[in-house]
C-alpha cells in the first residue's frame, strides 16, 4: 500500500518507517523537521498540503503519529496545540475520506486518560486503566486536544465508514522524565515496564498490526503496553507496598535490581492493562519487565533505549509546527 506516515522524523517515525517498507508498503513521510524517513516537510495543520499528499502519492492508508506531546506545552501555545493535534487530524481523516483511503491508524496516548487526581496519586488503590475506564478528564492541553481528536476519528468512522484505529500508547521516549528524577533514566524506564510503558520496538510493532487488522476491525481504540504481571485484586497493595507485590511475582527482582544500584518502586499509582489489544487486536509486546530482569541476569543489553540527551528533531532545527 502507499502509506502516508506523519512524524516520520520523530522518534515513533524512524522504527516504523523502515518496518513499513520492509512488510513491502511504500511510504511518504511527513515532518515539520527534516530526517531520513521524511520526504514533505510540512504540517498536518496546513489542508492544502495534506490535500496535495493524498492526490500526488495516491495515499491509501494512513498511520497518523505526528503530534505536539506533553513536554512540548512549556514551548507552544495551546492555539498550536489545537491546529496540530486536532485540526490536523481533521484534515488528515477528510482527506483520506475523499482519496477512498481504506485505513486509518491514529496515534493517541494513554495520558489523556490520567486525571489530576489520577497524576496526584490520591486514592488508597492503584487506579486499574483499561479502555472502558470513563470519565476521562485530560489534565492539560495536550490529553484534551489528544482526546478531541479521537472523537473525530469515531466521528468519521461512523460517518462514512473509513476503518480507523486509534492506538494509546503507554511511554516509550528516550528521554528522561520532565517531571520525575529521584532515580536514573533506566531504572526509571525498567520500573515502569511493570505498568506503564513499552519499548519504541513494540510501538512501531503494534502499529504494523493495527495497520493490518484495521478492516477486519472497523473501528477500535486499544492501549499499548508492556503486558503487566498484575492484577487487579492487588491494586491495594500495590500502592501500600509496591516490592512485597513485585516480589510475589518476581522474587530474584531486587537482588537483581542490587547488582545495578537500582530501587523498585515503593508504590504503584496506576496499571494500565493492555489486554484488550492482546484479544482483539492480536497484538502483544514482545518486551516487558520479565525481559528486563533476564537482560539484566545474563549481563545482556537492556530490552529499551534510553538517552538522556535525545531532544526531538523539530527542536533541534527550530521549526515551528
Known sequence: ???????????????????????????????????????????????????????????????????????????????????????????????????????????????????SAIREARGDAAVWIDEEMAPLEPRNIYGVTKLAAEQLCRLIHAEHGLPVLILRTSRFFPEDDDTHRTLSGENMKANELLHRRLTVEDAAEGHIVALERAPAIGFGTFILSAPTPFARDEVTALKADAPAVIARHFPDAAELYARRGWQLPATIDRVYDAGLAERVLCFRCAADFAT??????????????????YVSPKERVSVAP
Open 292 to 309: 528486563v530482569l533476564d537482560a539484566i541476569r545474563n549481563g545482556a543489553e537492556l530490552p529499551f533505549a534510553h538517552d538522556a540527551d
Open 1 to 115: 500500500m502507499r502509506v502516508l506516515l506523519t512524524g516520520s522524523s520523530g522518534w515513533l517515525g524512524r522504527f516504523l518507517a523502515p518496518r513499513l517498507r520492509a512488510a513491502g508498503h511504500v511510504v511518504t513521510g511527513l515532518d515539520v523537521a527534516p530526517g531520513v524517513d521524511t520526504d514533505v516537510i510540512g504540517t498536518v495543520a496546513d489542508r492544502a498540503l495534506i490535500d496535495r499528499i493524498f492526490v500526488e502519492r495516491g495515499i491509501e492508508a494512513v498511520i497518523h503519529g505526528g503530534a505536539l506531546h506533553k513536554p512540548d506545552i512549556v514551548r507552544y501555545t495551546s492555539q498550536a496545540f489545537i491546529d496540530v493535534n486536532t485540526s490536523g487530524t481533521l484534515n488528515l481523516l477528510e482527506a483520506a475520506v475523499a482519496a477512498k483511503s481504506s485505513r486509518f491508524v491514529f496515534t493517541s496516548t494513554t495520558s489523556l486518560m490520567i486525571s
